[in-house]
């Protein structure tokens, strides 16, 4: 139930294409539900993220899309750029928990 | 603000070594993680801490230790280091416990172990 399901495990795009995370959770506890993004040898950094009140949260090219009733989750990327090859991680925590659990994470890679 | 600091960015230990990995943030955090990276894979949970003299197991505890005897450090100890934990370690922090959980990310300590 503390699983966060993420899918693909990597992803290869033309530049100006509109790659696509999914993630799956079970616990309907979890409140929040936010994007990392890693670049290489760096640390994750917070990109976007959602509360479950919302279906849709835009924050310049990057979208989550947020399915309730699914328990599902996805980020787009419009007009995506090399600049944007990372790796991206989704999560999911409870407020007032103690911990975030985080998916395995998708190695975004766009071709220029 | 420096915001999580981590020492050092690079190690070479010896099979049977040990080490403490630093970790320090200022941002009155807290909570406080710490995560093992291993190539081309997702974030495992060594430990955490919920709170200066708090602190508990998390999915991969085997082979090290930890303490947070003030707010803003939490070093992890690695005692007879073996080549598994060769992998870049990551130090993170968050409000806690009425907010929500974003971490932030130090930039990481990369450990490899011959």
């Known amino acids: 139930q503390q699983q966060v399901k993420q899918s693909p495990q990597s992803l290869i795009v033309q530049k100006g294409g509109i790659p696509i995370i999914n993630c799956a959770y079970e616990n309907t506890a979890f409140d929040y539900f936010p994007w990392y993004q890693q670049f290489p040898g760096k640390g994750p950094a917070l990109l976007i993220a959602?509360?479950?009140?919302?279906s849709e949260k835009k924050e310049g090219r990057f979208t989550i899309s947020f399915n309730k009733s699914a328990k599902q989750f996805s980020l787009h990327i419009m007009d995506s750029q090399p600049g944007d090859s990372a790796t991206y991680f989704c999560?999911?925590?409870?407020?007032?928990?103690?911990?975030?659990?985080f998916g395995a994470g998708t190695r975004l890679f766009v071709k220029a | 603000n420096a915001g999580v600091t981590q020492t050092p960015k690079f190690r070479i230990l010896k099979i049977g070594q040990s080490m403490t990995l630093q970790c320090t943030q200022d941002?009155?955090?807290?909570?406080m993680y710490w995560y093992r990276q291993d190539p081309g894979m997702g974030l495992k949970l060594i430990y955490y801490s919920v709170g200066a003299g708090i602190t508990d197991k998390g999915e991969v505890p085997n082979g090290y230790n930890v303490s947070r005897s003030t707010t803003e450090d939490f070093p992890l100890r690695l005692e007879l280091a073996a080549p598994s934990q060769t992998s870049v370690y990551f130090c993170?922090?968050?409000?806690?416990?009425?907010?929500?959980?974003?971490?932030?990310f130090g930039p990481g300590t990369r450990l490899t172990v011959l």
């Open positions: 999560a999911a925590s409870r407020t007032g928990g103690f911990k975030t659990i």
């Open positions: 993170a922090s968050s409000y806690g416990p009425r907010e929500p959980d974003t971490q932030y």
């Open positions: 959602i509360r479950p009140d919302v």
């Open positions: 941002m009155n955090h807290n909570y």
